[in-house]
């Protein structure tokens, strides 16, 4: 198993490298041999999984992996796995794999520059879900940005420099404060491992100390979800970027940032302190407690669910129109994981992994649009099921997943969601009922797009994007789709339907993990992975106490 | 009755939906021809599988004698977070067993006719397996176990009925009424989607009756125990109707949530007849007497229904006066006669509400299929300006049609509406004058509206549209009888003789049997439909003996308490199906002012009925000239109260707008707050460049080593 998930992180980033010395012409059927490569090893994962698992499935000692390790700083290159890690492993691979094969058919220069940079991102991305050392999740969570800003900046729209920096600098000037947390925390805890640093948040520092380092952490994870004021480099990514790029950014770099949330600001900052009363910051003199900053941030996800689905109505591009909505969606999730119960933080990993499937197909199916039409302004489409009706067929059904039809994947986990807020101790009835309104206006948006472009009297004139003149020779009309393209879908629809009406296999095997990161007793042992002894450094915090009064 | 009913249960909603993926995949192309027949053998079996069902219910209920039954089957579990348990799982009992009768008998009649009615379109595969993705969603509904199953088919009928308006998908008004279905009818279910959070949240489940798996009691058990509940669940009961009947009004179309209905009748005909007439739009009354014991105890919310049950009857029956196209006539009937159920409902007279239910499905199928005999046979045209005496036309449709019309008039004695409006309207006068008076004025405009259309197009005059209407069969092209009968004219008497040998080979059969059999089927339902419950009550002592009319009866009796206060006469045992326990000399003066009433009700239609023949048969004139007497009521009508456009320009509008603004928002102000902050480091940058550094890579080390100390030091100096 820890030789799995060494491979599962090592594979892709090799296979970009191997991939430098193959040809131009090979470089797309290598990355998809890698990408495929990795669906074995998500397989062999999830086969030699145990569900039953409470937590990580590898002991501390083995997952502190003699990979690499540093132990003057307390670094290692530590890797383990607990069911809500799988089933994101298992996404990222699947979307990857299918953005990878996907682009087959979109990008047609600087191909080999392309495969290697969606492999590194495919590494990095999954090493953010196995990390159990805070600098290694560091590490990858930034890994992430740089596939990404090329992605964007070479095979991009017509803005797509703009777009690139944009979405650099908007999520690395978050996660400088997330970065100044991680060293805080290593230089205190002793080590970056996840248990020295749960353990020291949770039984060593204050609770003004820890807020301190959940508003870090939340400054880096809010820009990359992204939550409500911080989500506008979003829209502009998402439909600069080539459509592959779109599908990773939206299926799998989003739940970076929830992941964050989840794994990494839950048990630093809230756990053990979310009913608590003790006064830990102020704000413009205003007392703040843990109780009213999670119904902050219950706030900023319900303005977050309205905002970006009335936003999101009045797009004139439906790309930009799923970004919006995305906004929208994961002001959902997000929802959720504040609610901190067990339906909310259920329903909330769910809607992480149905996110990815649903707007993840939905870029797809745009991009296949795109591809025949080079347009994507909703007034120039319009009736396309005549022309398309398998096209018309992914397009409703994924849809209907998207606005939550119970029956797909995406009612489960937004209902568990909302019910979650719902009935909540940190948030409470009228979080829900706020939400809940956000379904309808998803309805609405959703609907609109598709009456605009599936049905309708049929209106679609073929375009021709510019460097591609050698396209224009012949006028044909372009067909529905085809092989390739419905073999990409019909994984993403198989999900959809299986998650909606069996979830529960993947729910129940997340309980224990879930559990555990919001219980205070599972890091209680100090000892429990450490590699070094801690360094005795005085508490800079109690000394700054002491000298206060 | 035998166990294997209730364990394959599964297979009622179950072999529709395969047969919709088969139709639906496999029988494109060149083998769409055949794409009825998966449906039809999926609708088949779930049709005798709930025949024998309720049948099977039937002898088990004679053996219980009066005591309430029910079976549960849990498949798998669906959801498990720890609190919240939703089984995949039925419950069938009377109150189920009658409604999967109604929706998978009347949906296989239906499939049957819609054979010959879709035969040559374009998207005959589409259609059918739209039909059995419909037939699975609502066996779904009526036969979950718990709240979420209901939702689960409440929202799939939805999908549905976007897909089926949206049928025709190349015309605008189509599409525009599909997406209006679908979104007021969200409106709707965002409510009924908290009230099941809220039923969660204070009863712990969301079981109708336990599922066997946690608790041992359900959700309506323990709402019905009015005795020992806390006081959270106390003020939730008083939020929860009130919730749950939002998705009530959305789905059945009640006021102001109706608006969809009307536009609905985009969809091909056999759908208005299935979906927006039979079995969708009554959901929402199966829902009320399903979670009967979460409503009765709470007045207001009862008064509410009962309210905007009459209020939705007027507004169906007063629009329909003008409208002019036979299924926007029907359409608005339905509203109309969905308010009469929901009065029932309303004023604590569930069996009154699903007899209706029952009677109405068997008699406005048979006439918006009726509608779709005539639709075919006028190429497409459905303006009763352009048409009358098609009595001579379609003869065998003439007399389904007058069949259809007197059920929905409620003529005396011989049809099945007649003896369940009645019920309503009795229990309506039972509850208050106002209302009972009100009901009796709507049935008398039912009546006049309903001949109005049967004299106008049946009788008089021959007259038949000569041109193709405009978006007939919009599709395809090898719609048989586009051009074949693009001459036919106004003709006399003679006329389906005369216009014979001629064009023989283009001759059409308007009246073909695939379409004509389902029909006579529900119009011996439409006659006969009405002595299930009369004058015996078998109907209502077999739904009786369901647990939600049982359970919903002892906490009326408990909240109401009949015995000891005025509100006597309020709760009627018959009403809930249950056996009789007043006092003789009670019951007697109560079913006498019974027949008072069948007699008033039946004068009043008859004089409906002599109304329509005076003015629409007999002196034409004088009709005509009406609306320009009461030009200001016309008006009204005309243009529907004007609730369109009410919607359209404070509902939508004004969120759209909204949607504008923040789009503005987003680009200038966030992005700009974004952008100022952003020019604080360009700015450091700036100043560090001109005084110590030159380089790039290092610059920016250099200030991100400095952003980290400032943090850092932020963080320590702040403690």
């Known amino acids: 198993m820890e030789y799995l998930l060494v491979l599962l992180v090592i594979l892709p980033l090799l296979g970009a490298i191997i991939g430098a010395f193959v040809s131009e012409g090979a470089a797309r059927i290598w990355a998809l041999m890698v990408a495929l490569a990795q669906v074995v090893c998500g397989i062999a994962l999830a086969a030699g999984f145990d569900y039953s698992a409470a937590g990580d499935l590898l002991a501390p000692a083995l997952a502190a992996s003699r990979v690499f390790a540093i132990p003057d700083i307390g670094f290692s290159f530590a890797l383990n796995v607990n069911a809500v890690s799988m089933w994101l492993t298992l996404m990222t691979i699947v979307l990857s794999f299918v953005a990878i094969w996907f682009s087959f058919g979109s990008i047609k220069d600087r191909q080999k520059e392309f495969y290697a940079w969606m492999l590194v991102l495919m590494g990095a991305m999954i090493g953010v879900f196995l990390a159990r050392d805070l600098l290694l999740f560091y590490i990858f969570f930034e890994l992430t940005l740089i596939p990404m800003y090329f992605i964007i900046g070479i095979w991009g729209g017509p803005q797509k420099r703009y777009a690139a920096i944009k979405f650099f600098l908007f999520t690395f000037s978050g996660s400088m404060f997330t970065l100044a947390g991680v060293i805080y925390l290593g230089i205190f805890a002793g080590s970056f491992s996840y248990a020295d640093v749960f353990y020291y948040c949770q039984h060593v520092a204050t609770a003004p100390e820890r807020f301190l380092l959940l508003v870090a952490m939340l400054c880096g994870f809010a820009v990359k979800v992204p939550l409500f004021p911080v989500h506008t480099w979003l829209p502009l990514a998402h439909t600069e970027a080539p459509t592959g790029g779109s599908v990773i950014l939206a299926s799998v770099l989003l739940k970076l940032g929830t992941y964050g949330i989840l794994a990494i600001a839950l048990p630093v900052g809230i756990v053990g302190l979310e009913r608590s009363t003790e006064v830990v910051g102020a704000f413009l003199y205003w007392p703040i407690t843990m109780p009213g900053f999670i119904k902050f941030m219950g706030i900023l996800c319900v303005i977050g669910i309205l905002y970006g689905a009335l936003v999101a109505w009045v797009q004139q591009d439906i790309k930009k129109l799923v970004a919006y909505s995305s906004v929208s969606h994961l002001g959902f999730c997000v929802l959720g994981l504040m609610a901190l119960n067990a339906s909310g933080m259920q329903g909330s990993v769910l809607y992480m992994i149905n996110h990815g499937i649903n707007t993840g197909a939905m870029f797809l199916v745009i991009g296949m649009i795109y591809d025949r039409y080079h347009t994507r302004d909703i007034h120039e489409l319009s009736g396309l099921a005549a022309r398309m009706p398998i096209l018309a067929f992914f397009w409703i059904y994924f849809t209907m997943a998207s606005i939550g039809l119970p029956g797909t994947n995406g009612f489960v986990s937004e209902f568990l969601s909302i019910l979650g807020a719902f009935t909540s101790d940190s948030l409470g009835i009228i979080y829900g009922v706020f939400a809940a309104i956000g379904v309808l206006l998803g309805a609405i948006y959703m609907l609109h797009m598709a009456a605009k472009v599936i049905w309708g009297p049929l209106k679609a004139t073929v375009k021709h994007a510019p460097g591609h003149e050698d396209d224009s020779g012949h006028h044909a009309v372009p067909g529905d789709l085809n092989g390739r393209e419905i073999a990409i879908l019909v994984p993403l629809a198989l999900a959809v339907f299986l998650l909606g009406w069996f979830p529960q296999p993947v729910m129940q095997s997340m309980k224990g993990p879930l559990d555990a990161l919001t219980s205070t007793a599972t890091y209680a042992n100090p000892d429990i992975a450490r590699a070094t002894p801690a360094p005795t450094l005085p508490n800079p915090v109690q000394v700054a106490q002491a000298e206060q009064p | 009755m035998e166990r294997f009913l209730i364990d394959y249960s599964i297979l009622i909603p179950l072999l529709p939906l395969i047969g919709a993926l088969v139709s639906g995949w496999l029988m494109t192309g060149k083998r769409k021809t055949g794409a009825h027949w998966p449906i039809w053998l999926g609708v088949g079996y779930a049709a005798v599988h709930s025949g024998m069902l309720l049948q099977g219910m039937i002898s088990q209920a004679s053996q219980a004698h009066g005591a309430a039954i029910g079976f549960v089957k849990n498949v798998w579990t669906w959801i498990d977070t720890g609190p919240f348990v939703v089984q995949w799982g039925y419950w069938l009992d009377p109150l189920s067993a009658v409604m999967l009768c109604v929706v998978c008998g009347i949906g296989l009649l239906i499939t049957i006719y819609a054979a010959g009615y879709m035969k040559g379109e374009k998207g005959y595969f ?304 039972h509850r208050s004058m106002i209302l009972g008076v009100l009901m009796l004025v709507i049935a008398f405009i039912t009546a006049y509206y309903t001949f109005r259309l049967y004299f106008r197009v049946f009788e008089g005059p021959t007259i038949t549209p000569s041109e193709p209407a405009e978006d007939h069969a919009p599709a395809d092209q090898d719609h048989a009888h586009d051009s074949a009968h693009a001459h036919a004219t106004v003709t006399d008497d003679s006329a389906t003789h005369g216009h014979g040998h001629g064009h023989d080979e283009h001759h059409h059969n308007h009246e073909p049997s695939i379409m004509i059999v389902p029909l006579v089927l529900l119009a011996i339902g439409a006659l006969l439909a009405g002595f299930l419950n009369f004058p015996e009550h078998a109907l209502g002592h077999f739904l009786g003996q369901s647990s939600s009319l049982s359970l919903g009866f002892e906490q009326a009796v408990e909240h109401y308490n009949p015995l000891t206060t005025d509100d006597a006469h309020k709760i009627s045992p018959i009403s809930f199906g249950q056996a009789e326990y007043r006092a003789a000399s009670v019951v007697e003066a109560e079913h006498y002012g019974h027949y008072v009433f069948m007699i008033v009700s039946g004068l009043v239609t008859l004089a409906g009925i002599g109304l329509a023949y005076m003015l629409h048969l007999k002196n034409r004139a004088r009709g005509d000239a009406l609306p320009e007497k009461f030009a200001w009521a016309s008006r009204l009508l005309e243009a529907k109260y004007w609730l369109d456009e009410f919607n359209q320009n404070w509902v939508v509008e004004p969120l759209r707008s909204l949607g504008n603004a923040f789009f503005m928002i987003d680009r200038f102000l966030v992005d700009g707050v974004v952008w100022l902050i952003g020019f604080v480091p360009q700015l450091a940058g700036f100043t560090l460049k001109l005084t110590s550094q030159r380089g790039y890579l290092q610059g920016y080390a250099l200030s991100m080593l400095l952003c980290i100390t400032v943090i850092l030091l932020f963080v320590f100096g702040i403690l």
Not at chain 2, 127 to 147: D, K, Q
Not at chain 2, 381 to 405: A, E, F, Y
Request: charged share 10%; net charge positive; with cysteine.
């Open chain 2, 126 to 429: 589409r259609f059918f397996a739209y039909l059995g993705l419909f037939i699975f969603s609502m066996a779904t509904l009526v036969m979950g176990e718990n709240l979420l199953m209901l939702y689960l088919g409440w929202e799939g009928v939805g999908l549905c009925s976007y897909l089926l308006i949206g049928y025709y998908y190349e015309k605008p008004a189509a599409r525009e009424a599909a997406k209006k279905a679908f979104l007021v009818n969200r409106i709707g279910d965002v409510g009924f989607a908290l009230g099941i959070m809220l039923c969660f949240y204070a009863f712990g489940t969301i079981s109708y009756f336990g599922n066997g798996v946690g608790g041992s009691d359900g959700l309506l058990e323990r709402a019905a125990n009015l005795g020992s509940l806390t006081d959270f669940q106390r003020s939730a009961l008083t939020w929860i109707p009130i919730l749950l009947v939002m998705g009530a009004f959305g789905k059945s179309a009640q006021f102001p949530l109706h608006v969809w209905l009307p536009d609905a009748m985009e969809g091909p005909t056999p759908v208005s007849a299935l979906i927006h007439a039979a079995t969708m739009v009554t959901a929402g009354v199966y829902m009320i007497a399903r979670c009967g014991t979460l409503f009765i105890s709470n007045e207001v919310a009862m008064l509410i229904i009962a309210v905007i049950g009459a209020i939705t009857a007027w507004i169906g029956a007063t629009v329909a006066l003008r409208q002019f196209d036979l299924k926007k006539v029907f359409a608005y009937s339905t509203v109309s006669q969905l308010g009469y159920m929901f009065v029932a409902v309303g004023v604590l007279a569930p069996v009154a509400g699903v007899f209706h239910l029952v009677t109405h499905a068997f008699f406005k199928a048979l006439l918006f299929l009726s509608c779709g005999v005539v639709m075919h046979a006028m190429l497409g045209h459905l303006d009763m300006r352009k048409m009358s005496g098609l009595k001579r036309v379609l003869p065998k449709t003439r007399w389904l049609m007058l069949i259809g019309c007197l059920a929905l008039a409620g003529f005396p004695l011989i049809t099945s509406g007649f003896y369940s409006k009645d019920e309503i309207v009795a229990a309506a006068w």
